[in-house]
Each structure stands twice: as structure tokens, then as C-alpha cells.
């Protein structure tokens, strides 16, 4: 699952909007949610846009939790927030307040990926000069973004310039379009100015490629950095505040409760039986040994 706080005017309330799509990518299918939040940062307190966030990705984690102690743990469906795609606008000079605010009280909780919306508004230097003010910006508050993990030794050589490439381009400046536009006889997807016509999908135009390449070449790592650090942080959470956190339950459908109590009394009974039979056995040796010689 796929948070993405965004800073576009919308409402003045936060809304969590979920929708869920299966993607195919090179024979693999995969079940892809992404969590849209329109309405953030609108509000003049925006405390609340916090707590949404905050309390939808919790929720997420307790949901999971609960799953897991139970007894059907082969079929949990896994809806925690793998990553965050932080949208940064590109018409300010770097984070604002509250872009900072709000990723101090994610990035112990969520993967976050920093990206540039509307990258087509600047221009290439403009958009190298807001990359690197957002990443001292980042540095200099202390925040954790997702780092891409390095490459082994015996790496394909393809691979290690893709993943090269890849951090180099951190925050992804990217720009959208729903039209499909003809350029040089294809049909693209793109916007289209007097000047000439950007392509989404042109890595020349933005990082929408690259974007899409770390998040499908990356998405089991996504997934164990979400399991091995956020959701253990979140576990550590619950127990430094005293909330107890739920054991492994034996909890059963009302009918096989019955079936089971049934055996549990039976049990008892031939358990008390064979005690029984012990305890007389036991009395007999004694009363042998007493009539010996």
C-alpha cells in the first residue's frame, strides 16, 4: 500500500481515498493500493491533516497485528503503507513548516520518498537547484527518507547504473497528463505548450520512469524495511505506553468452540480416570510390599 500526502488545493478537509489496482510487470501481478489525501495543509490548524495521516497508517499496523496473533495467519492480507510519495511543490523554495513537520512524525512510522510535483513549471536547473535545497533541508531537520539499498559486488553491471541513476534523481521531480498526445508519429501520454510538448514518460522531460522503476525494482525491499523497522517501531510504540499487545489467540467460531469444549471435558474425565487407576495400583504395591516377608 501507497500513501501520498499531497499539496494541491482541494478541500479544507482531509480525505483518505483508496484505490486498489493489479499491475502486471514482466509476468509478476501485483495488488496495488494507493491512498490518495487530498485536502492536506489546506486548514489554517493543521493538526488534524496530521492525525488523519497518522491514524490511518496506525490502523493499518493494528489491523495487521491483530491478524497475525490470530489463528488463520496463512491468509493475512497485508494492507500496512509500504510507501509514502511526499509531494513537494515546486513553486516555493524547498520544505515548508509543515512538510517538515508532518515527515518528522512519519519516518519512523513509513518509507518516504520525496518527490517534486508539476516538475514542468521549472526548468532543468531549477529543478537541480530545488533537489539539492530539499535534500540539506532534509538532512539539516533530521528526517529519515527511504534509503535505496546498495548494490553486491556481483551485481550486473546494468543494474548497478540503473540503482546509480536512480539515487542520483532522489526527489523525483514529475509532472502528470491524461491526455495522449501524437509527437513524431507515437501517441503519448504528455501536456502540450506553444513551446513544444512534455512527456511524461520521457526521462529527458522527468523522473516519472525512475519513480516507477524504484518503486516495482524496490517493492519487497519497500515491504521488508516496513516489516523489520516501522512495524516493529509501532510494536515498541504500544508497549512503551502500557498497551498490552495481543497474544497469539485460540479464539474459535461458536460451533467448534463447542466441539472443542466437549473434548477438552472428555479429556479431563479420562485424565482424572487414569489417576484414579494410578493412585489404586499405587496403594496395592504399597499394601504387597507390606505383606512380604
Known amino acids: 500500500m501507497y500513501l501520498l500526502p499531497f499539496v494541491a488545493k482541494t478541500k479544507q478537509t482531509v480525505k483518505l481515498d483508496a484505490s486498489t489496482v493489479e499491475i502486471e510487470e514482466r509476468g509478476v501481478k501485483l495488488r496495488l493500493t494507493v491512498v490518495d489525501t487530498p485536502g492536506f495543509g489546506d486548514a489554517i490548524d493543521n493538526s488534524d491533516s496530521f492525525r488523519a495521516i497518522i491514524q490511518y497508517i ?44 508532518l515527515m518528522k512524525k512519519l519516518h519512523n512510522k513509513v518509507n518516504i520518498v520525496p518527490v517534486i510535483a508539476k516538475s514542468d513549471v521549472l526548468t532543468k536547473k531549477e529543478i537541480q537547484k530545488l533537489k539539492k535545497r530539499i535534500l540539506e533541508e532534509i538532512e539539516a531537520s533530521g528526517i529519515k ?91 515498541s510504540e504500544r508497549l512503551a505506553k502500557g498497551v498490552p499487545v495481543p497474544k497469539r489467540t485460540t479464539s474459535l467460531p461458536e460451533h467448534e468452540k463447542n466441539v472443542g469444549s466437549e473434548k477438552d471435558r472428555m479429556l479431563q474425565e479420562k485424565e482424572a480416570e487414569l489417576k484414579r487407576m494410578q493412585d489404586v495400583i499405587a496403594k496395592m504395591q504399597a499394601q504387597m510390599q507390606q505383606q512380604t516377608p
Open 58 to 101: 496506525d490502523e493499518q499496523y493494528e489491523r495487521f497485528l491483530k491478524d497475525e496473533s490470530g489463528l488463520n495467519r496463512r491468509h493475512i492480507i497485508d494492507n500496512r503503507v509500504h510507501c509514502c510519495f511526499y509531494f513537494v511543490s515546486p513553486f516555493g523554495h524547498g520544505l515548508k513548516p509543515l512538510d517538515i513537520e
Open 145 to 235: 527518507i527511504y534509503p535505496l539499498p546498495d548494490c553486491d559486488s556481483d551485481e550486473d553491471e546494468d543494474y548497478k547504473e540503473q540503482v546509480k541513476q536512480l539515487k542520483e534523481a532522489v526527489p523525483f521531480a514529475v509532472c502528470g497528463a491524461n491526455q495522449l498526445l501524437e509527437v513524431r508519429g507515437k501517441k503519448v501520454r504528455g501536456r502540450f505548450y506553444p513551446w513544444g510538448v512534455v512527456e511524461v514518460e520521457n526521462p529527458e522531460h522527468c523522473d516519472f520512469i525512475k519513480l516507477r522503476t524504484m518503486l516495482i525494482t524496490h517493492m519487497q525491499d519497500l515491504q521488508e524495511v516496513t516489516q523489520e523497522v516501522h512495524y516493529e517501531n509501532y510494536r
